[in-house]
């Protein structure tokens, strides 16, 4: 494949998780308990995700973002380690960071960026961290520059120093990295109850939008992106609307409540005439809006993680929807977290594809695929994993199932 995707993750002294290194090809599906760490799994994402960032890290990004150290450390650790694969456009990147007490404050102490060496089984490091020390490879002269930087500050953040392709690839991946929370699609009267009211069921401002935005804010541009793609996208977009929307859907239509703002409508055979409203359309139908302009706008992404996919969807649209992912898996890695037995039952590889996760003795997670001689003894009888799952015999398919490798402490 010719651009770069995010292929591996590792994490390490996070809440539950002790040590992880979770290979993300295709698609990977994360069942479990309630505070069993998939949640804990799409957040470390999230942080890597703003590691290329231009700020302070640990000020703008751990405390103000994600609550500090503190409520991110395993317990009885003092430093959590995030680190990615990445692979694609060039040859393969490894990126890894550790932040750590010291003292009665949080200080970044370990980072580093390294790539491939040709034709070698060994890495060359781009960036190389040791507390307020760094050394950044500059091209031009073929050796490392050492500075001092702050410890609050991650040195693939800071601009303008030792520019280098490699350290731009990442960047790029990094900021590429796309994870969803359920859509906002509550009723108006909702939001206006908790005086509040934004997402797509709400006029936006006019924009040009590549890519589907955090809880659907921008769905309606999303919509006027692809209609601009070419009768090629508009005319399979429709056909997907109308599996979700049913046989009489026709058209979409934006009309702009405002200056400067657009909203959007639906044309029905039925009324051609009488569009009807986002507003007036259920939660589920909007979340299948907005899953198709998630799926069809994905230039460059270079991972797409979602939590609880499932929410507000009819059994047969969340289906399709499953569907969708997995085409999308084909060209980028797919993370969902779900508690949905239905979607596990519409996975076309459950074997291959779905993680259990579950606490140990120490309430450390342990992570697991299924047996797949297993699962397939089981699924002679059973529609998929999620009926299995349904009925009460989730151990007998993922007894003898391989654990997810941790091999070393840390990234």
């Keep these: 494949m010719n651009h770069d995707r995010i292929t591996q993750l590792r994490i390490g002294g996070m809440r539950c998780i002790d040590n992880l290194t ?36 640990i000020t703008d990004i751990l405390y103000r973002g994600h609550g500090g150290l503190q409520g991110l450390l395993r317990r009885g650790s003092k430093e959590i380690s995030l680190g990615v694969t990445m692979e694609g456009a060039g040859r393969p990147l490894e990126y890894a960071f550790t932040i750590a007490e010291v003292g ?5 102490v370990e980072e580093a960026l390294e790539v491939a060496k040709d034709d070698e089984d060994s890495l060359q490091p781009i960036i190389f961290r040791d507390g307020r020390k760094a050394g950044f490879l500059d091209e031009t002269m073929g050796l490392m520059v050492e500075k001092q930087i702050s410890s609050s ?18 960047t790029n991946a990094l900021n590429a990295i796309e994870i969803h929370a359920p859509f906002e699609t509550r ?35 999303c919509y006027h992106q692809l209609r601009n793609l ?34 959007l409508e639906i044309v029905y055979g039925s009324a051609p005439d009488k569009p009807v409203p986002i507003d007036s359309l259920s939660e589920g139908q909007i979340s299948y809006l907005a899953f198709v302009a998630l799926v069809e706008l994905n230039a460059g992404r270079s991972l797409l993680a979602f939590d609880e996919p499932e929410l507000h969807l009819h059994p047969a649209l969340l289906a399709r ?30 074997a291959g594809s779905v993680v259990l996760c579950d606490l140990d003795d ?22 998929g994993l999620g009926s299995v799952r349904a009925e009460g015999y989730k151990a007998n398919v993922f007894s003898g199932g391989s654990l997810i490798g941790s091999p070393e402490k840390g990234p």
């Design 153 to 170: 500050t991650l040195a693939l953040g800071i601009q303008g120093l030792s520019p280098h392709p490699e350290i731009e690839r990442l």
């Design 230 to 263: 070419g009768d090629e996208v508009w005319t399979r977009v429709r056909d997907r609307i109308r599996l979700g929307l049913g046989d009489d859907f026709r058209d979409f239509r934006l009309r702009s409540p405002n200056p400067g703002h657009v909203a």
């Design 362 to 383: 120490a309430r450390s997670t342990r992570f697991q695929r299924p047996n797949p001689e297993h699962l397939a003894e089981w699924l002679e009888t059973y529609r």
């Design 104 to 108: 009665t404050t949080a200080e970044i």
């Design 22 to 57: 979770l290979d993300l090809r295709g698609l990977a599906v994360l069942i479990g308990d309630n505070g069993s760490g998939k949640s804990t799994v799409l957040e470390a994402l999230e942080l890597l995700r703003q590691a290329a960032k231009p700020v302070n890290f």
């Design 187 to 221: 009723p108006i009267w909702q939001q206006e109850e908790l005086e509040t009211r934004y997402g797509p069921r709400k006029p936006t401002v006019v924009d040009s939008s590549q890519a589907l935005a955090r809880y659907g804010v921008n769905l309606s541009n």
């Design 321 to 350: 929807v499953v569907g969708m992912l997995e085409e999308v898996a084909e060209s980028c890695p797919v993370l969902l977290a779900t508690h949905s037995d239905r979607l596990l039952d519409a996975l076309a590889d459950p």
